[in-house]
């Protein structure tokens, strides 16, 4: 059976205190990492550079969410960097989604395809079969602290209805909603701002991981 997992979002951080930030959430089971090109999405945050330093401060799998167009032009970059888990947007890849979750397979690494919530499941149904795991945006990709779209339960739904493999939710997920997140059939959660944002972010890593999984099992 899975374990639910619980994925703080660096994006919500102290960006002047990285080290620091990442120690505070050690418990969690994969640190989700934004990277975003000011082009797929209006912001930029971070690239390679940044995450090869913050993989010598933890031993957490890296889960690189790739907010950026062209991505295959990146992910060895993002591989050799630390990169554990990487995902690519349909909407950044479209036909050429299958070729570069095939690319991220090739390197040994798990390969998820993002999907933001206007985008129907119908576009990712055909690499389903060879992802690791479909990243559902609940908010529109770019910038932290969103409200959480409560249109993407259904979607989580259906997709949970026909697919086992892992289902990350990301974005807008706080302590009052992640419950039902749980419940529509996700196994992985990103939060960025409700854990980075408290004063004990790993009380809420724990929070989340302990009444999750008594959903989830
Ligand atoms: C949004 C990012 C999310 C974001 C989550 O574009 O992909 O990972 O950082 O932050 P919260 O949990 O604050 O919505
Ligand atoms: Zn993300």
């Known amino acids: 059976m899975k374990k639910v997992r ?8 102290d960006f002047a205190n990285l080290k620091g930030e990442i120690g505070k959430v050690d418990n969690a089971d994969l640190l989700h990492i934004d990277v975003m ?4 999405v209006p912001n930029i945050s971070i690239g390679a550079l940044v995450v090869r330093a913050i993989r010598k401060e933890t031993i957490l ?15 060895r970059d993002f591989i050799l960097a630390g990169g554990d888990l990487i995902s690519v947007h ?5 036909e050429k989604a299958s070729e570069v979750v095939q690319e991220v ?9 993002a999907i933001n919530p ?17 990243l559902l945006m609940s908010v529109e990709p ?49 939060a960025g701002s409700a854990i980075f944002k ?3 972010p790993a009380r809420i890593v724990r929070e989340m991981q302990d009444e999750g999984n008594k959903i989830w099992n």
Do not use: C
């Open 6 to 13: 619980i994925a703080p979002s660096l994006l919500s951080a």
């Open 37 to 40: 090109d000011g082009h797929f």
């Open 61 to 75: 799998p890296l889960d690189i969410h790739l907010m950026i167009d062209s991505p295959r032009r990146y992910i």
């Open 90 to 94: 349909i909407e950044a890849t479209g």
């Open 105 to 113: 397979k090739r390197w040994g690494k798990k390969a998820g395809i």
């Open 118 to 134: 206007s985008t129907p499941l119908s576009k990712i149904e055909n690499v389903l079969e060879e992802v690791d795991f479909v």
């Open 142 to 190: 770019g910038f932290p602290g969103q409200k959480f779209k409560r249109e993407v339960l259904p979607k989580i739904r259906e997709l949970r209805k026909r697919w086992k493999g892992d289902i990350e939710v990301d974005g807008g997920i706080s302590r009052d909603n992640f419950k039902e997140v749980i419940q529509a059939g996700a196994n992985i959660l990103v």
């Open 198 to 200: 408290e004063k004990e």
